[in-house]
T-cell receptor, first 116, second 116 residues
Framework: EAQVTQNPRYLITVTGKKLTVTCSQN?????MSWYRQDPGLGLRQIYY???????DKGDVPEGYKVSRKEKRNFPLILESPSPNQTSLYFC???????????????FGPGTRLTVL | QKEVEQNSGPLSVPEGAIASLNCTYS??????FFWYRQYSGKSPELIMF????GDKEDGRFTAQLNKASQYVSLLIRDSQPSDSATYLC????????????????FGQGTELSVKP
């Protein structure tokens, strides 16, 4: 089954304790992206990657890191989480080709993170 | 001005009625437009996309695009209680713009409630 998986689905942690949220897709997609979703603010892009070893900042990258060592995986790293990073996080992936008009993004199930 | 704007709602319609969801965007060069549905606590799922002016129909859903007015809408005919969700409009940046041809900009979403 074609899918994007994220782990963990729920996480409660404390300020300053490093954490990693994993994301994996099995569709051989080049493009992967991390979003956070907060009430009233919609989906905001944190980081994206257009292929292996190619990553760039999105709209709200502060406090986050990513890596793309393999095509299928795109982990999100919070080196020192703070309460303002409490949010619902989504990973997404899509093809990146000349058919740009149909680059549907497939979303993972989400990770609800609470930082105390 | 936000890049993609939607009325946050909630929009309430009776069962069987037509629900009309609207979205405006600021980048006149935007080329493709997506409508996602998101149930509470779940990930967004694609309903349909459109990139040519006019209407595109898929079952009970019709997307309408007017590039001159920078306006895209989604009509849901014969609305059902199961259509109650938040609907996200997303706009694809112009290919080649800052090398972000794969990036989608999301509106904040419109909450739809269909009453039995």
């Amino acid at each position: 089954e074609a899918q994007v998986t994220q782990n963990p689905r729920y996480l409660i942690t404390v300020t300053g304790k490093k954490l990693t949220v994993t994301c994996s897709q099995n569709m051989n997609h080049e493009y992967m992206s991390w979003y956070r979703q907060d009430p009233g603010l919609g989906l905001r892009q944190i980081y994206y990657s257009m292929n292996v070893e190619v990553t760039d900042k999105g709209d709200v990258p502060e406090g986050y890191k990513v890596s793309r060592k393999e095509k299928r995986n795109f982990p999100l790293i919070l080196e020192s989480p703070s309460p303002n990073q409490t949010s619902l996080y989504f990973c997404a992936s899509s093809l990146f080709s000349d058919r740009w008009y149909n680059n549907e993004q497939f979303f993972g199930p989400g990770t609800r993170l609470t930082v105390l | 001005q936000k890049e993609v704007e939607q009325n946050s709602g909630p929009l309430s319609v009776p069962e069987g009625a037509i629900a009309s969801l609207n979205c405006t965007y600021s980048d006149r060069g935007s080329q493709s437009f997506f409508w996602y549905r998101q149930y509470s606590g779940k990930s967004p799922e694609l309903i349909m996309f459109i990139y040519s002016n006019g209407d595109k129909e898929d079952g009970r859903f019709t997307a309408q695009l007017n590039k001159a007015s920078q306006y895209v809408s989604l009509l849901i005919r014969d609305s059902q209680p199961s259509d109650s969700a938040t609907y996200l409009c997303a706009v694809n940046l112009r290919p080649g713009l800052h090398n972000q041809g794969g990036k989608l900009i999301f509106g904040q979403g419109t909450e739809l409630s269909v009453k039995p």
